[in-house]
């Protein structure tokens, strides 16, 4: 049974950080590549960064040179650092296997003075 475990979501000022944790099981996420995915209120979930088994990543436009995916083989987890937050990352933050379809509870993530 595959489980994905978001967390480390919350409240932060503009301008602040976040590191997010998805602890895997059920699959071994070293050979797999490995999505975030956001979902803001009345919005289409969105691809917002990956990372492949060799380690490549790529991100979206908006989140570029702010935001940096890993993973921890030995852990099973990928993480999602999130810097210099805006408003508009305000969402629903998960972590997949980005060409299978299990889906975990998400984090919340708000960005707000």
């Known amino acids: 049974q595959v489980q994905l475990v978001e967390s480390g979501g919350g409240l932060v000022q503009p301008g602040g950080s976040l590191r997010l944790s998805c602890a895997v099981s059920?699959?071994?996420?070293?050979?797999?590549?490995m999505g975030w995915y956001r979902q803001a209120p009345g919005k289409q979930r969105e691809l917002v960064a990956d990372?492949?088994?060799?380690?490549?990543?790529s991100y979206a436009d908006s989140v570029k040179g702010r935001f940096t995916i890993s993973r921890d083989n030995a852990k099973n987890t990928v993480y999602l650092q999130m810097d210099s937050l805006k408003s508009e990352d305000t969402a629903v933050y998960y972590c997949?296997?980005?060409?299978?379809?299990?889906w975990g509870q998400g984090t919340q993530v708000t960005v707000s003075s």
């Open positions: 997949k296997p980005k060409y299978n379809d299990y």
């Open positions: 990372i492949t088994s060799s380690g490549r990543t």
């Open positions: 059920g699959i071994i996420i070293g050979i797999k590549t």
